[in-house]
């Protein structure tokens, strides 16, 4: 089909065909995407997604990490409407705010841990970490500590996929690309016990693994470190709840020698772990926390970059802030995520996930692994898990990358209508917060029919 061809695609082979002739995908091989042709997705309700063949899909990662109220919510769809009516955009650059956008702020400022009065918005969650880098060099320059540059992340760790952003995280694929990460962003190894713990107690790893950030310190001379920057639960990495003990001494350590913490939310915000932000989980008090995804349940982009009032009141000192998007802070984004938060409210939606099926999805998931004998562990906390595959289980040996296991589970288990995610030789969920038990159970049987599958092609 040309890219003249009039009709308006209807069929599945139609929107492919338009798809291969103009869209170019994220985070995709374009050519094997071409030869393979798109999933169209057409339409969805509560943690389902139907595509153009008219399959009805379990939605296993609620979009991408973000869709927390579930699909369809009116509620939000009202709020855009009534905002789109009333004023559809103003900018925030000349002296100026929408209502909107200060009652979001206000709003934040009661949900966010102790201390984090002050916003900044922006679009996205990989703005909110270029606003951080900008920031924070820009506090210790106002601090009178201008060498105070690098920042600290990890291994594995996912900040967003612009150029500041990519050099924050540990993703070597994305770092290949174009040659980064950039000057000034250094990193440490991820801690997960089941592969690097060996015989040591969780404890005991806990400890070692936060030692790392001492160990990186003293190598670059405190002195010229800025930041250390993590998520509370590493995400798209393959879901790493941290080490017991492993947070407070991180904490410990960035005290020490006064460098900030910056706890990634953008995942983990909102209610995925239980509490509405992953650092009340976790006990962690940040300097600044950038959150985005479940802000708006995705409904609109927005993000933000919370900040400590310690934080603030020294960049309060220096003057003009030379930094700032177009769409910071868009009124539309700002009250569908007003009336996003004030619906999970209203539904006690953070209960849910923390008291029901939260508890639920993870006594689901170990009896899966003491039966399963390709599951060697299952971690995660809230309703965000990984789902470990391994060739042998008492050994702890996990499949290569040549063997392609998780991505032939992936595949059929969204042939059995479900959608997870492969994460190196992981399976990863985030299913909808609003998601049921009935739900879930539904969601393991699908999840359990893809690894017997996959199980049964390595003949085990």
């Not at 694929?173 to 690097?196: C, K, N, S, V």
């Not at 009935?438 to 599958?453: F, P, S, T």
């Amino acid at each position: 089909m040309s890219s003249n061809a009039s009709p308006v695609p209807g069929t599945t082979r139609e929107w492919q065909e338009l798809d291969r002739a103009h869209h170019v995908h994220p985070f995709n091989d374009p050519k094997a995407l071409a030869s393979k042709g798109v999933r169209v997705i057409t339409r969805a309700e509560g943690v389902y997604v139907w595509d153009s063949d008219g399959n009805r899909i379990l939605d296993g990662m609620a979009g991408l990490w973000c869709v927390n109220v579930g699909y369809g919510r009116r509620e939000l769809i009202d709020a855009a409407t009534r905002q789109m009516e009333t004023l559809p955009y103003y900018n925030t650059f000349f002296q100026s705010a929408v209502p909107v956008q200060i009652e979001l702020a206000r709003k934040l400022s009661q949900l966010t841990p102790r201390g984090l009065n002050h916003f900044f918005y922006a679009n996205s969650g990989s703005e909110a970490n270029d606003t951080v880098v900008r920031l924070v060099r820009h506090y210790w320059k106002v601090a009178g500590k201008p060498d105070k540059r690098t920042f600290i992340g990890r291994t594995l760790g996912y900040h967003g996929s612009t150029l500041a952003a990519v050099s924050l995280g540990g993703m070597a694929p994305m770092r290949a690309m174009d040659g980064i990460p950039l000057p000034g962003f250094e990193h440490i190894e991820h801690p997960h016990w089941y592969t690097q713990g060996g015989n040591s107690t969780p404890e005991d790893f806990g400890r070692e693994a936060a030692g790392r950030l001492e160990t990186k310190i003293l190598e670059l001379g405190a002195d010229k470190v800025a930041a250390f920057i993590g998520e509370p639960v590493q995400g798209a990495g393959g879901i790493f709840e941290p080490p017991p003990g492993y947070w407070a001494q991180i904490q410990r350590i960035c005290r020490k020698y006064d460098v900030l913490l910056v706890a990634d939310e953008v995942i983990c915000g909102f209610g995925r772990t239980g509490q509405w932000f992953g650092s009340q989980t976790y006990d962690i008090a940040p300097d600044l926390m950038p959150m985005a995804k479940g802000l708006s349940s995705g409904y609109m982009p927005i993000s933000a970059v919370a900040m400590s009032d310690d934080f603030f009141r020294v960049i309060n000192e220096g003057g003009a802030l030379a930094h700032g998007y177009t769409y910071s802070g868009h009124p539309v984004a700002c009250a569908v995520a007003l009336a996003n938060i004030e619906l999970m409210q209203r539904e006690h939606i953070v209960e849910h996930v923390r008291e029901d099926v939260g508890p639920y999805l993870r006594l689901r998931l170990d009896e899966l692994a003491r039966s399963h004998p390709i599951v060697g562990e299952i971690r995660g906390a809230g309703l965000m898990a990984a789902i470990q595959l391994v060739k042998d289980k008492p050994g702890r040996v996990l499949f290569t990358e040549q063997d392609e296991a998780s991505v032939r589970c992936r595949d059929a288990c969204i042939q059995g209508g479900l959608i997870m995610r492969a994460v190196e030789q992981s399976m990863v969920l985030s299913p909808p917060l609003v998601i049921t038990r009935a739900e879930i159970d539904e969601l393991m049987d699908k999840v359990r029919a893809g690894l017997d599958l996959t199980a049964q092609h390595f003949g085990l």
